[in-house]
Nanobody, 124 residues
Framework: QLQLVESGGGLVHPGGSLRLSCSAS????????IGWFRQSPGKEREGVSC????????KYADSVKGRFTISRDNAENMVYLQMNSLKPEDTGIYYC?????????????????WGQGTQVTVSS
């Protein structure tokens, strides 16, 4: 059974850093794209970043480019989101999600399996 579990959220001051982890089980990252999404109260869910499991090709939302880095460890079936220079507007519940694809690039739409989310709060 495919399962995704996020961890690593917390409270951080503006300018600080956090690293989120997504543990994947029940499937191999090699044939999937893994994405990170976030949702804040009153806002629609936003795609933050994604990575193709085999090629490592990545994509970022403009709002996080240069601050966030997505990576994966295929041997451990883990995907990470390193978040630096955090801003209050980065606050939200962060979810990892997956979809199967044969394409070499990942997209920030079309995900069909989701984790439960981890809360990130950026506040002074």
């Amino acid at each position: 059974q495919l399962q995704l579990v996020e961890s690593g959220g917390g409270l951080v001051h503006p300018g600080g850093s956090l690293r989120l982890s997504c543990s994947a089980s029940g499937f191999s990252l090699d044939y999937y794209a893994i994405g990170w999404f976030r949702q804040s109260p009153g806002k629609e869910r936003e795609g933050v970043s994604c990575i193709r499991g085999d090629s490592g090709a990545t994509k970022y939302a403009d709002s996080v480019k240069g601050r966030f880095t997505i990576s994966r460890d295929n041997a451990e079936n883990m995907v990470y989101l390193q978040m630096n220079s955090l801003k209050p507007e980065d606050t939200g519940i962060y979810y990892c999600a997956s979809y199967w694809t044969f394409k070499s690039q990942c997209l920030l739409t079309g995900y069909d399996s989701w984790g439960q989310g981890t809360q990130v709060t950026v506040s002074s």
